[in-house]
């Protein structure tokens, strides 16, 4: 169902703004950029005229929390608009969505029968036998708007899921900075204490991955590495000599979504990633990722809840007042926010009943491909894998039961202040603080 119209102003008042920010710092100088800092891309520990890897950048660390950081992910989408208009539009809401495109999760022969008098052409087809579920990707005839198309397709039945292909941000960052990955293993290897990723391209060649095991799906066979599954992935299994993630040693399986196109982190992409996770029955999925309510995503979602996986997203970094973001806010989703190392919840972090967790999510340090090897992170798309990697210690693959009593576990682990409360910024307290790694490591 199409939302009102008072949150489509409403985002579109929002949208707007974010495209003046987005002039204003094209045009502005270096200054006014560092005012605007990207809250989910790895920042460098050292950067030339700011300062070096002899002295880890405790300045910036130490500096106020700037007053206006829930934009930032506005004057991103606003930036892929423009680059991409070509394959790229908003939907009534002001998110973005792939050109022409709209998803039908399990539709009957009938309706794509229907479908097809109409004009509309069957461009893409997956099967997730595991979950029970099909998803057929629809192009739109020619001259006809995607809005349009997606009303025409729901009057053909009311019952049937249709929905825009949304587009889903890595955290803050432009999906056009995920990399890709490798092609899927074709033994289906069930190995214990292995957890997912669904995310943007791993260095797999990182020292921090030289003993873990990755296995790789999306993008054709392709690699292209990218700052941010660099980092996600090494926060959850990655070792060094200073450096140790949440579950280092443990088999990673890391799905690429973004592979460096405009239309990486379409909804339709993560759908195949939950399907191959799934089909290698990974218990527990980390989705760093933000975006809209998606009829596809939200069946895709439910029916993994429903087979006993555990999927661990970030809340977002819109804001305390922002509306809620998906996956996070999905029934049975575990939605992490992320604390400072005073263990105080992050100004930007989204607040609400979505949130499950905190974790460490600033004034750490990840893996990052090129030089220097290791980078500053900030925002919740870094807090949300240390649960997951937590988690997957006790839920090596999927089960209900299994899954119920690995949050009970982690929930008695979780540190806040009323412990017969439960939070909005913190949910039921914060858990991993002592895996933050510090930049004073680094040295």
């Known amino acids: 169902m199409l939302t009102s119209m008072k949150p489509c102003r409403s985002l579109s008042k929002r949208l707007a703004q974010a495209v003046v920010a987005l002039v204003l710092c094209a045009a502005g100088a270096a200054n006014a950029q560092l005012r605007l800092p990207s809250l989910n891309l790895p920042q460098p520990l050292g950067q030339p005229g700011l300062d070096t890897l002899v002295r880890p950048a405790e300045r910036l660390l130490d500096r106020a929390e700037p007053d206006e950081l829930g934009a930032l992910r506005l004057v991103q989408v606003a930036e892929l608009l423009r680059r991409h208009p070509d394959v790229l539009e908003v939907d009534p809401r002001g998110e973005p969505v792939v050109r022409s495109e709209i998803l039908a999760t399990s539709p009957t022969p009938a309706v794509l029968r229907a479908a097809a008098g109409l004009g509309f052409q069957l461009i893409r087809e997956q099967q997730f036998d595991d979950l029970g579920a099909s998803l057929i990707v629809l192009r739109a005839p020619a001259g006809m708007k995607t809005a349009e198309a997606l009303a025409r397709l729901r009057s053909l039945d009311p019952q049937a899921s249709f929905d825009f292909n949304h587009v889903y941000m890595s955290g803050a960052s432009v999906p056009l900075d995920g990399g890709a990955t490798g092609s899927a293993p074709t033994g289906g290897v069930r190995a214990p204490g292995a957890v997912g990723l669904i995310d943007s391209g791993v260095a797999t060649g990182h020292p921090v991955f030289a003993e873990a095991t990755i296995e790789e799906f999306g993008c054709g066979g392709t690699r292209h590495p990218a700052p941010h599954g660099t980092a996600v992935a090494a926060l959850m299994v ?82 305390p007042a922002a509306p809620p973001l998906y996956p996070a806010s999905y029934p049975g989703v575990v939605g992490v926010s992320g604390v400072d190392r005073q263990g105080r919840p992050l100004p930007e972090a989204a607040r609400g009943p979505q949130v499950m967790f905190a974790a460490p999510g600033s004034q750490m340090v990840s893996a990052a491909p090129g030089a220097p090897p290791y980078r500053q992170v900030r925002g919740t798309s870094f807090a949300a894998p240390i649960v997951a990697a937590l988690l997957a210690q006790s839920l090596p693959q999927p089960d209900r039961e299994a899954s119920a009593r690995a949050l009970a576990a982690l929930r008695r682990q979780a540190v806040r202040s009323d412990p017969a409360s439960i939070s909005n910024a913190t949910g039921y307290g914060v858990v991993g603080a002592s895996l933050r790694v510090d930049p004073a490591r680094f040295r």
């Open 238 to 319: 990655g070792r060094a000599e200073r450096f140790r993630g949440a579950a280092s040693g443990t088999r990673l399986y890391a799905a690429d979504i973004y592979c460096d196109s405009p239309t990486g982190g379409s909804a339709d992409k993560i759908a195949a990633a939950l399907g191959w996770m799934s089909k290698h029955g990974v218990g527990v999925i980390n989705l760093s990722l933000v975006g809209p309510a998606n009829a596809t995503l939200g069946r895709m979602v439910a029916a993994m809840v429903a087979r006993g996986h555990l999927l661990v997203a970030a809340v977002g970094n819109d804001g």
